[in-house]
């Protein structure tokens, strides 16, 4: 599978430039590319309290219907973070799976970060679906600091674990060390794609960008401004990485919550009250 990390600079509640870079990008991937990952949010920025109404989409909103316009002209599914607003009336922190067919996976994230809170609600789920014959699960940023929320992906049969991040500074060490721990933990590859440049309230953000394999071991990582890395991910290697043991299969506590199987390749674990 290949894959490209698109790591950008982002504006915060400017919808209208993100969503044309996003498009931009997307146009001007490589040939034979399966799969483009965004940052968090990288379609909103990061709304406020007080802006959170005006700029939060539904995920059938026009940002989501021109990205999977422009998925497919050029035959590609995209990654994509963006501020929901739902039909129960709150407000998600949500990353998208967008093929040319549509949404094929949403995920909110469930472990709100600290500017989080007051402003989004924390999802009740975790998912995986079925891409290209791979099992692929979403987090979004502070989730990969919990291991619970990879293992449950695990649980749920994820071979890729895609992380949309919004890490900024002190903390970017932190993500580079989570996402190669998450990864080895699952014996699965896992793609992190983080924001660059300055955001509101004096943030900067730490990019850093990675590609980890089933053993926990980088094989790429984006330094602190704009870039695009390709890597093709060698399936092959899940086969072997758990031939001889398998963490998911020897575990002796299994996470609790209720098991969806959707007939369309679906997974879901809703988490406990």
């Known amino acids: 599978m290949k894959v490209e990390l698109v790591q950008l600079a982002g504006r915060d509640g400017d919808t209208a430039?993100?969503?044309?870079r996003t498009i931009e990008a997307i146009n001007n991937c490589h040939a034979g590319t399966d799969l483009l990952v965004f940052p968090e949010t990288q379609l909103t920025g990061f709304p406020t309290e007080d802006n959170i109404g005006q700029v939060a989409e539904a995920l059938d909103g026009p940002s989501i219907t021109a990205i999977q316009q422009a998925a497919c002209a050029r035959d590609v599914a995209v990654v994509v973070g963006m501020a929901e607003a739902a039909v129960d009336g709150n407000f998600y922190n949500t990353t998208v799976l967008v093929?040319?067919?549509g949404v094929a996976l949403s995920y909110r994230k469930t472990h709100l970060w600290a500017s989080d809170c007051g402003v989004f609600t924390p999802g009740d789920r975790y998912a995986t679906t079925l891409f290209k014959g791979v099992r692929v699960g979403l987090l979004i940023c502070f989730d990969i600091e919990f291991p619970e929320s990879a293992r449950?992906?695990?649980q749920l049969g994820a071979e890729l674990i895609?992380?949309?991040n919004g890490n900024m500074d002190p903390y970017g060490p932190t993500h580079k060390t989570a996402i190669s721990a998450r990864a080895m933990e699952n014996q699965a590859f896992a793609v992190m794609v983080n924001r660059v440049g300055d955001g509101d309230g004096g943030l900067v953000f730490a990019g850093g960008?990675?590609?980890v394999d089933p053993y926990g071991q980088l094989l790429c990582e984006a330094g602190r401004g704009e870039c695009r890395m390709t890597v093709e991910l060698a399936m092959e290697q899940l086969q072997q990485a758990r031939r001889d043991y398998s963490y998911i299969a020897q575990r002796r506590i299994r996470l609790p919550g209720?098991?969806?199987?959707h007939e369309n390749g679906l997974r879901?674990?809703?988490i406990p009250a």
Not at 17 to 20: D, G, S, W
Not at 258 to 261: Q, V
């Open 17 to 20: 430039h993100n969503l044309q």
């Open 99 to 101: 093929t040319p067919e």
């Open 152 to 154: 449950a992906l695990g």
């Open 162 to 164: 895609i992380v949309t």
């Open 209 to 211: 960008s990675a590609v």
């Open 258 to 261: 209720e098991l969806l199987e």
């Open 268 to 270: 879901e674990l809703i």
